[in-house]
């Protein structure tokens, strides 16, 4: 379930989680084969966890749900990304720790409208953000609402486990991010050691897996935003964004510095993750990014958004 889905075809899904610049028609025919899409319309996960305290010490939660787009995937995503999602409703939700992909269902979520309607969840993905670290993020396809009467709430009403196994998401609920909104971070931690991957190339494929940190990198930083974001001409970030990132830390004598990612990586797999490459090992406490340098698929700019760094007890 982890292995990387490297087709260019997956621009469809980074519609949602990243948009996509232009690919032509015949590599979207590619071989591809879907691997991380569910149907189930009720919970099937048999389960007698039901703490939400996970193995890391941290309550589970839902971090964010963001309406991405209103009747608008794309011809080809039923191919691609769900059978079934062409003209759907689709939005990314954010999960405060990595999920079993394995207990992850469409009948495992309620979106609940303005007007109290309750919407319909046909299908979910994980892709294309799959690489080690990332699996918090599931794209939900469905018809759960309009304009005029916006999905407000997601509540996981299943089982949904985190990877270890160790709690159950089933209960929790966040209120739901409208569609005119620009994207904005909602999620920042430190990347373990054995998730760097330094000087790892992306694939020569758009939306299969990010590049990595290059050697001399000394910490990493993950920032995730609600939903996919490119520069204004549907272009991956660069050189650009990486300057407009700010990342503040604390050194071990407690003065507080404001440092600039020195390289950008997970790049080119669209995704909604950048790690930001740091050559200080001072604690970070906050990422924080400039408005209007990126855009959701709707071409909604960013607005000025900052989040604090998650930091492991």
Same mark, same amino acid.
């Given at each position: 379930?982890?292995?990387? /889905?490297? &087709?260019?075809?997956? @621009?469809?899904?980074?519609?949602?989680?990243?948009? @996509?610049?232009?690919?032509?028609?015949?590599?979207?025919?590619?071989?591809?084969?879907?691997?991380?899409?569910?149907?189930?319309?009720?919970?099937?996960?048999?389960?007698?966890?039901?703490?939400?305290?996970?193995?890391?010490?941290?309550?589970?939660?839902?971090?964010?749900?963001?309406?991405?787009?209103?009747?608008?995937?794309?011809?080809?995503?039923?191919?691609?990304?769900?059978?079934?999602?062409?003209?759907?409703?689709?939005?990314?939700?954010?999960? &405060?720790?990595?999920?079993?992909?394995?207990?992850? %269902?469409?009948?495992?979520?309620?979106?609940?409208?303005?007007?109290?309607?309750?919407? *319909?969840?046909? @299908?979910?993905?994980?892709?294309?953000?799959?690489?080690?670290?990332?699996?918090?993020?599931?794209?939900?396809?469905?018809?759960?609402?309009?304009?005029?009467?916006?999905?407000?709430?997601? %509540?996981?009403?299943?089982?949904?486990?985190?990877?270890?196994? &160790?709690?159950?998401?089933?209960?929790?609920?966040?209120?739901?991010?409208?569609?005119?909104?620009?994207?904005?971070?909602?999620?920042?931690?430190?990347?373990?050691?054995? %998730?760097?991957?330094?000087?790892?190339?992306?694939?020569?494929?758009?939306?299969?897996?990010?590049?990595? @940190?290059?050697?001399?990198?000394?910490?990493?930083?993950?920032? #995730?935003?609600?939903?996919?974001?490119?520069?204004?001409?549907?272009?991956?970030?660069?050189?650009?964004?990486?300057?407009?990132?700010?990342?503040?830390?604390?050194?071990?004598?407690?003065?507080?510095? *404001? /440092? #600039?990612?020195?390289?950008?990586?997970? /790049?080119?797999?669209?995704?909604?993750?950048?790690? /930001?490459?740091?050559?200080?090992?001072?604690?970070? #406490?906050?990422?924080?990014?400039?408005?209007?340098?990126?855009?959701?698929?709707?071409?909604?700019?960013?607005?000025?958004? &900052?989040?604090?760094? *998650?930091?492991?007890?």
């Amino acid at each position: 379930m982890m292995s990387h /889905l490297k &087709s260019p075809a997956l @621009c469809l899904v980074a519609l949602l989680l990243a948009g @996509c610049g232009r690919v032509p028609i015949s590599a979207l025919f590619s071989d591809y084969e879907r691997q991380l899409d569910s149907y189930d319309q009720v919970d099937i996960t048999d389960t007698d966890v039901t703490t939400t305290l996970a193995g890391d010490g941290r309550e589970v939660a839902l971090v964010s749900a963001f309406y991405g787009l209103d009747d608008d995937l794309p011809f080809f995503s039923g191919r691609f990304i769900c059978e079934g999602s062409r003209n759907k409703d689709g939005m990314p939700v954010i999960f &405060s720790h990595e999920v079993d992909p394995g207990t992850v %269902e469409p009948g495992d979520f309620k979106v609940t409208t303005a007007s109290g309607a309750i919407g *319909e969840v046909t @299908c979910l993905t994980l892709a294309p953000a799959d690489d080690k670290g990332e699996l918090r993020t599931v794209l939900l396809v469905g018809q759960y609402g309009s304009i005029d009467d916006q999905p407000a709430r997601v %509540e996981i009403v299943g089982n949904i486990l985190s990877a270890d196994r &160790s709690a159950n998401f089933k209960g929790t609920s966040v209120e739901v991010i409208p569609l005119e909104a620009g994207p904005t971070l909602v999620w920042a931690e430190v990347v373990p050691h054995q %998730e760097w991957a330094l000087d790892q190339e992306g694939t020569a494929l758009p939306f299969g897996g990010g590049s990595g @940190c290059p050697e001399g990198t000394r910490q990493i930083v993950r920032a #995730t935003w609600a939903g996919g974001i490119t520069k204004p001409n549907s272009q991956p970030a660069d050189d650009v964004e990486r300057l407009v990132y700010k990342v503040t830390t604390v050194s071990h004598d407690g003065t507080v510095n *404001e /440092l #600039t990612p020195f390289a950008l990586a997970d /790049l080119g797999d669209g995704d909604n993750n950048h790690k /930001l490459c740091l050559d200080s090992t001072d604690k970070v #406490t906050t990422v924080s990014f400039a408005a209007g340098y990126v855009t959701d698929p709707r071409d909604d700019l960013n607005p000025a958004t &900052s989040v604090m760094v *998650e930091q492991q007890p």
